[in-house]
């Protein structure tokens, strides 16, 4: 089951208010990614894209937190019965599937560690999983952000950046170009989009 569009923008903007931050446009930009990347494949539903798009941080509704933020909104959705987005709410940040390759703090109990390591590992990932991965990698609050300038800022914010988690993104970026036979910046608008 999944929300609508609009009961998803109202999910956010009731977020936001819990917890003010640039994390909002931040991800309305990856939605705006998403619904026009899916467009373009074809294959994908636009609307659904839009929907895990602006859902996929949900959980810093509850706070400031690094891995945290992925077991909060795993659980906030799965309360509310929004399975598939409670699993984009987990997968969008491990794109090789594991916690190895985590940037951040890991600030978790142990129970909200064991529930994030079990079900990514008995996550099943699809289009749509890969999808949000590449685009929570290319949104800023302000816009649309090159790939390797977007990880590249991140390294420099934390000291590190794993190769694995580097090639992974740029492979998921090719992906979709293929699939789309277009440049992905065109495709999203990253000259002129803005939240």
């Given at each position: 089951?999944?929300?609508?569009?609009?009961?998803?923008?109202?999910?956010?903007?009731?977020?936001?208010?819990?917890n003010?931050?640039?994390?909002?446009?931040?991800?309305?930009v990856?939605?705006?990614?998403?619904?026009?990347?899916?467009?373009?494949?074809?294959?994908?539903?636009?609307?659904?894209?839009y929907?895990?798009?602006?859902l996929h941080?949900?959980?810093?509704?509850?706070?400031?937190?690094?891995?945290?933020?992925?077991s909060?909104?795993?659980?906030?959705?799965?309360?509310?019965?929004?399975?598939?987005?409670?699993?984009?709410?987990?997968?969008?940040?491990?794109?090789?599937?594991?916690?190895?390759?985590y940037?951040?703090?890991?600030?978790?109990?142990?129970?909200?560690?064991?529930?994030?390591?079990?079900?990514l590992?008995?996550?099943?990932?699809?289009?749509?999983?890969?999808?949000?991965?590449?685009?929570?990698?290319i949104a800023?609050?302000?816009?649309?952000?090159?790939?390797?300038?977007?990880?590249?800022?991140?390294?420099?914010?934390?000291?590190?950046?794993?190769?694995?988690?580097?090639?992974?993104?740029?492979?998921?970026?090719?992906?979709?170009?293929?699939?789309?036979?277009?440049?992905?910046?065109?495709?999203?608008?990253?000259?002129?989009?803005?939240?």
């Amino acid at each position: 089951m999944m929300p609508t569009r609009e009961i998803a923008e109202e999910l956010l903007a009731e977020a936001e208010k819990c917890n003010p931050g640039p994390w909002g446009d931040h991800s309305r930009v990856a939605a705006h990614c998403a619904e026009t990347i899916a467009r373009e494949c074809g294959n994908l539903d636009p609307d659904k894209a839009y929907i895990l798009g602006l859902l996929h941080d949900i959980g810093r509704k509850f706070g400031v937190r690094h891995l945290g933020h992925v077991s909060d909104g795993y659980s906030y959705m799965m309360s509310l019965g929004y399975e598939e987005a409670a699993r984009i709410c987990l997968t969008h940040s491990f794109n090789s599937q594991t916690l190895d390759d985590y940037i951040g703090k890991f600030d978790t109990t142990p129970e909200e560690l064991k529930l994030i390591q079990d079900t990514l590992k008995a996550a099943v990932m699809d289009e749509y999983d890969m999808l949000i991965q590449l685009c929570d990698s290319i949104a800023g609050a302000e816009g649309v952000l090159d790939i390797e300038e977007r990880m590249s800022d991140v390294k420099r914010r934390y000291g590190s950046y794993p190769q694995q988690k580097w090639d992974n993104n740029i492979k998921l970026k090719e992906h979709f170009e293929e699939k789309m036979g277009r440049d992905i910046y065109t495709v999203v608008e990253k000259d002129t989009f803005r939240p």
